[in-house]
């Protein structure tokens, strides 16, 4: 499993204009729970699968813009189920396309995707299927062994619910 550490492209900008990068080649990435703090993402993905948990409430109010690269790849995104999501601007070459299966945009926080699709796919997990695809992983049950030993609640599962 290929994980490439995620960090804000420049340290000194303000948290609304920083963009954290994801990088999935040739593997798996996997994002969950409380891993970013910006509401600009960019992804690249050749031949790969990544998984964005979109769900935490520490991600700053506001749109989230995500720039995809995706070839040959599946990313899978994790969001509230009022989540608008507008693909509007995503380019695709070949065989490309957004699985949406609800199709129901909500009143809640607009997700824009940008960018451009080879050969590939982005799969939006609302509400109890978003839980579901982070419950049966092996992230969750390192952080459900990691939050039994300090007494405190999974992150990875619903992050917006944290005790």
Same mark, same amino acid.
């Given at each position: 499993?290929?994980?490439?550490? !995620?960090?804000?492209? !420049? !340290?000194?900008?303000?948290?609304?204009?920083?963009?954290?990068?994801?990088?999935?080649?040739?593997?798996?990435?996997?994002?969950?729970?409380?891993?970013?703090?910006? @509401?600009?993402?960019?992804?690249?993905?050749?031949?790969?699968?990544?998984?964005?948990?979109? =769900?935490?409430?520490?991600?700053?109010?506001?749109?989230?813009?995500?720039? *995809?690269?995706?070839?040959?790849?599946? *990313?899978?995104?994790?969001?509230?189920?009022?989540?608008?999501?507008?693909?509007?601007?995503?380019?695709?070459?070949?065989?490309?396309? *957004?699985?949406?299966?609800?199709?129901?945009?909500?009143?809640? =926080?607009?997700? @824009?995707?940008?960018?451009?699709?080879?050969?590939?796919?982005?799969?939006?997990?609302?509400?109890?299927?978003?839980?579901?695809?982070?419950?049966?992983?092996?992230?969750?049950?390192?952080?459900?062994?990691?939050?039994?030993?300090?007494?405190? !609640?999974?992150? *990875?599962?619903?992050?917006?619910?944290?005790?």
């Amino acid at each position: 499993m290929n994980t490439t550490p !995620t960090t804000p492209a !420049t !340290t000194d900008a303000p948290a609304d204009s920083a963009t954290t990068r994801v990088q999935a080649y040739y593997g798996a990435v996997k994002k969950l729970g409380h891993w970013a703090q910006t @509401r600009r993402f960019e992804v690249r993905a050749r031949r790969a699968s990544a998984v964005l948990d979109l =769900r935490s409430p520490r991600i700053p109010d506001g749109d989230i813009e995500i720039e *995809v690269a995706v070839d040959h790849s599946m *990313v899978k995104l994790l969001v509230p189920q009022d989540a608008e999501i507008d693909h509007w601007d995503l380019r695709y070459t070949g065989r490309g396309r *957004v699985k949406d299966w609800t199709g129901a945009n909500g009143g809640g =926080r607009r997700i @824009r995707i940008t960018g451009e699709i080879k050969h590939g796919e982005i799969r939006i997990h609302r509400g109890g299927v978003a839980t579901l695809s982070a419950l049966f992983t092996k992230e969750f049950l390192q952080d459900a062994r990691r939050a039994h030993l300090e007494g405190t !609640t999974p992150a *990875v599962a619903d992050p917006s619910h944290t005790g």
